[in-house]
């Protein structure tokens, strides 16, 4: 499988804070950081992770044709490429179906555990300010 030229992808740089995408933003594109960390976060804003130098954000959107489900943020200072909608299909086109399979597979668990793990975080909230 060819390598992604990263010297062709648009480099963005994006100060600490900054909202790189938000939820329900289209997915139209995959992002691969080159540089700082960004902080991956759901809808109400319960902090699933962080990536830095060399990982990749935003394929579950394209891998399930679906919109953004998570917001992405610049935790530090950072500088994303953003690959493309049509860069990212002719590479999966190339991979073997039975890692599609997998990614695809794996991509819909993400988004299942992403929200359940944000029901239980809403769910804990109202607990504890019963407690208050």
């Known amino acids: ?3 992604i030229n990263q010297n062709k992808m648009p480099k ?3 100060k600490k804070d900054a909202i790189i995408y938000a939820a329900n933003d289209r997915s139209d594109s995959v992002y ?3 540089s700082g960390v960004v902080q991956i976060e759901t809808k109400n804003g319960m902090v ?3 990536l830095g130098q060399g990982e990749l954000f935003g394929e579950v959107g394209l891998i399930t044709a679906e919109m953004r489900t998570v917001t992405v943020r610049a935790k530090t200072d950072c500088i ?3 690959i493309s909608e049509p860069v990212f299909q002719e590479k999966m086109k190339q991979a073997d179906p ?3 399979a997998i990614i695809r597979g ?3 668990r993400i988004n299942d555990a992403n929200n359940l793990a944000e029901k ?4 804990l909230s109202i607990y504890k300010s019963l407690d208050q």
């Open 80 to 82: 994303v490429i953003k």
């Open 48 to 50: 699933l992770g962080e």
């Open 1 to 3: 499988m060819a390598k």
């Open 106 to 108: 794996l991509a819909l």
């Open 98 to 100: 039975i890692c599609y």
């Open 12 to 14: 963005t740089p994006y």
């Open 32 to 34: 691969l950081v080159h």
């Open 120 to 123: 239980y975080w809403k769910e």
